[in-house]
Every structure is written in C-alpha cells, then in structure tokens.
C-alpha cells in the first residue's frame, strides 16, 4: 500500500516497515534485538532463534529492496551487549554499500563505541523535508509545519467480527501530526490504540497491509 504525506510518497509494507521513496531509505522500528539473549540470561526460556528470525527478516528486505538508507527508530537492541549484538555487527559490515541511522531509544543504551563499530550513524532526533524522525514524540515538542514518524509504542488494534470473534493485528497508526510505526521485532507485543484517536489505521494481516475502513 501507498501513502502520500506533505507530497511525499511511503510505501507501507506487511513486513512491518515502511519505505520512503523520495530518499530510498527503509525504515523500521523497535527491532529489540538481544531480548531473547537477555530474557535467557535471567533464567527465562525463550527460543533462540527470535533473533534469528528477526535477522532474516531484516537482510530479505534489505536484499529486495536495496535501499541507500536503513533508519531505524529506535530500540535496535533490547538490552546489554550479548552474543545477539556481534551477529548484528557482523550483519552491518556485510552490507557495507547501506547507511545505517539509529535512532536512540529507551534501550538503547549501549557505548557508543558499540555503534560505531558497526557503522551506525547516531542521532536523538532527525529532520528531513519537514519531517521529524524520534523514537517517541512526548519528549519534545515539535513546531508546524513538521510531522512526526515515531516508534515505541507497538502499536496494534483489535478487530472484533460477529459474535464474540475478535483478533489483534500489528497496525501502522497516523494521527493529524504523526505516523506511528509497529514494532519490526517479534516476541515485542502489541500496545492496543483507540481507533478514535486516529486518522487513518492500516492494520497488517496474512501478508497485506489494508486500511481500516470506519464507519
């Protein structure tokens, strides 16, 4: 599915990112790399190949689409530096040919000397063409005409059907001012969003992005 915000064009793709067209950057939120590493080393079972998983993911779309820009906003890695960071590195100096911006989140609180080993590109914030690109917009306060692409909160939204069927779907959720993007990673949870609260909802389901129609 294709969006057009202050004339410029985003593709909105059911891998939970989104593509921005006029830049040729992919970008994507809250990966929350290393959570599984970290929930083991409290004694939590959780399957190793989470990582993995959202590894492959990752390298799929970046080998399909080729971009001159990964940004991400926020939360690449979930907590202290394990295993699952090196795999990360190694991944980014393999593709050597892509920008990688990070975003700081909430968790990511590595050195920097970590980031910059694998070439990452930091920033608090960042303004391009109008827009403003933040992990979470409740920080600061963000003048007209500028809008906001956020992450942090994965935001989903439940479908209820006939009787008493109903199903959680990850969304991508644009306000007046704002397009929240869902969380890239699995194993992250979904964070349930009024639908009155929001312009235009584009829940993701079997592969497919598709507008929420409203009454």
């Known amino acids: 599915m294709t969006i057009t915000i202050l004339d410029h064009t985003f593709d909105l793709l ?6 921005w067209t006029n830049t040729d950057t992919l970008i994507v939120s809250d990966l929350h790399l290393g959570k599984s590493g970290h929930f083991r080393k409290s004694g939590i079972a959780v399957p ?20 001159d820009r990964l940004l991400i906003l926020g939360d690449l890695f979930h907590s202290d530096v394990n295993r699952e960071w090196f795999q990360f590195e190694e991944w980014c100096n393999a593709h050597k040919q892509l920008s990688i911006v990070l975003i700081t989140g909430n968790h990511d609180t590595l050195h920097s000397s970590f980031y910059s080993e694998a070439r990452l590109k930091v920033y608090d914030q ?3 063409e109008n827009f403003c690109f933040i992990h979470n917009n409740l920080k600061i306060d963000i003048p007209e005409p500028e809008f906001i692409f956020s992450g942090h909160i994965h935001p989903g939204i439940k479908l209820k059907g006939k009787g008493r069927q109903s199903l959680r779907l990850p969304c991508f959720y644009q306000k007046t001012q704002q397009f929240i993007l869902p969380a890239f990673g699995e194993f992250t949870g979904l964070y349930l969003l009024p639908e009155k609260d929001a312009e235009l909802i584009y829940p993701i389901a079997d592969s497919k992005v598709f507008q929420l129609n409203r009454a």
Do not use: K
């Open 48 to 67: 190793p190949q989470i990582n993995q998983t959202n590894m492959r993911r990752l390298d799929s779309l970046v080998n399909q689409i080729r971009p």
């Open 126 to 128: 960042l303004i391009e």
């Open 14 to 19: 059911p891998e939970r990112t989104l593509y």
